[in-house]
């Protein structure tokens, strides 16, 4: 492999092994009901959780269609970010949220760096 193509394949992996840590976790915390939902207790808390499993949802489509599914973890995590706004004035705490937002960016880096290796248009299809 040429050291210009180590780099696209380097990013790949990396949003790749670290979006099974955040999604493992915010799983983990969902499921033990630990995770901090700044909407819990408002009829917007369901609509966080969904916005956190849809940011998971995201990070493991980007297995098979980085662009799209790096472009639904980042939309989801601003969601949840408005929604928690909207129902608690403040935003959430924690290092879970942004995580999933920055793997969903290097998702989108490793399509744009692919794409541009190989001259293409930047789309999933």
Do not use: K, Q
Not at 37 to 44: E, K, Q, V, W, Y
Not at 68 to 83: C, M
């Amino acid at each position: 492999m040429s050291p210009a193509g180590a780099i696209p394949s380097a990013v790949r992996w990396t949003a790749r092994i670290t979006s099974l840590g955040v999604v493992g976790l915010a799983v983990l915390a969902l499921a033990r009901g630990t995770w901090p939902n700044p909407a819990s207790g408002t009829i917007l808390g369901p609509l966080a959780d969904f916005f956190l499993l849809s940011a998971c949802a995201g990070l493991l489509l980007a297995w098979l269609l980085e662009g799209s599914g790096g472009t639904l973890a980042v939309g989801s995590v601003g969601a949840l970010y408005v929604v928690a706004l909207l129902a608690a004035g403040r935003l959430p705490e924690g290092w879970l949220l942004s995580s999933a937002a920055v793997n969903g960016f290097l998702f989108i880096l490793s399509r744009a760096l692919h794409a541009a290796r190989s001259h293409e248009t930047v789309s999933d299809s």
